[in-house]
């Protein structure tokens, strides 16, 4: 009987261990700041579906013939946001998103609320076509 | 066997019991949910799946307690635009961080997922098709219920 006593703490061990997998996943964010526009100077309509996977596992679709308005810009490109689609980043907890575009490719995301930048390890080629503000 | 017969009967029961969500229907209410105003956002939270009904965590926006998950149920608040923060703890916090602008309408699906000894339930942002669309046979439940 005595030789058994180590499996409640081993038991204990297992179960403190499990509980800190549950919150395992998580979005990698880099802090950045946001130079907001007022003005803004083009919307974006993708012309065809595009799906992303990104490092915590999950995918997104970006929707055929939603339009994307301008932003702002942060260090790595131009963001924009839509009303066509809810976009959001996912891992252990789920973000509101809005693209990045950087040289015509979707570098990454844009997350408003934390303020931070989420990466696509691989950018995407969109294809999308800009579409002027009327003056 | 009988023994095994039984709880499986009592188990059975007990999951229809958490089911039985009551109040009106969403398509029976509609017609009586004032518009939101256009200096206010409006969050609808609903919860179709029964799987774990027993697990119902309080909702929480930015730290206030709203409602609770209650499968088959809806409740919707009334924001003024901003960034918000929704969150239910069971075993563990899921949170879900969103942008509401005046006017808006957004819907807040509660799922259910696995976990180590009880379900998860998770907010997760919906498009307003889905929404609109799932949200259709939920009972009103209230806030805070």
């Known amino acids: 009987m005595k030789n058994k006593t180590w499996i409640i703490p081993m038991f204990c061990l297992f179960l403190l261990l499990n509980a800190c997998a549950f919150d395992i996943v998580r979005v990698k964010q880099i802090p950045v700041s946001l130079e907001s526009s007022h003005n803004p100077k083009s919307s974006l309509e993708l012309q065809e579906e595009a799906t992303v996977r990104m490092e915590s596992g999950y995918s997104r679709t970006l929707k055929a013939k939603t339009r994307w308005e301008y932003v702002g810009k942060i260090s790595n490109g131009d963001v924009f946001k839509t009303k066509d689609q809810v976009l959001t980043v996912e891992a252990s907890n789920i973000y509101e998103a809005y693209i990045v575009i950087s040289s015509e490719k979707l570098v990454g995301f844009y997350l408003p609320i934390e303020k931070s930048f989420s990466p696509l390890s691989e950018p995407k080629v969109l294809n999308m076509m800009m579409i002027e503000r009327e003056q | 066997m009988k023994a095994l017969a039984r709880l499986s009967v009592l188990f059975v029961l007990f999951l229809l019991v958490g089911c039985a969500t009551t109040g009106p229907k969403f398509t029976e209410l509609s017609s009586h949910i004032t518009n939101v105003a256009p200096n206010l956002g409006r969050i609808y939270f609903y919860r179709t799946s029964v799987l774990g009904a027993a697990i119902q965590p309080e909702v929480k926006i930015n730290g206030e307690g709203v409602g609770k998950a209650v499968p088959n ?73």
């Open chain 2, 73 to 145: 149920g809806f409740f919707y608040v009334d924001k003024v635009p901003g960034n918000y923060e929704i969150m239910t703890s069971t075993e563990v916090d899921r949170k879900l961080s969103l942008t509401l602008d005046g006017g808006q309408t957004r819907y807040v699906r509660l799922n259910i997922s696995m976990g180590f000894f009880v379900g998860h339930v998770y907010p997760e942002l919906v498009d307003l098709d889905v929404g609109t669309k799932e949200i259709q046979n939920c009972r009103y439940i209230g806030k805070d219920k």
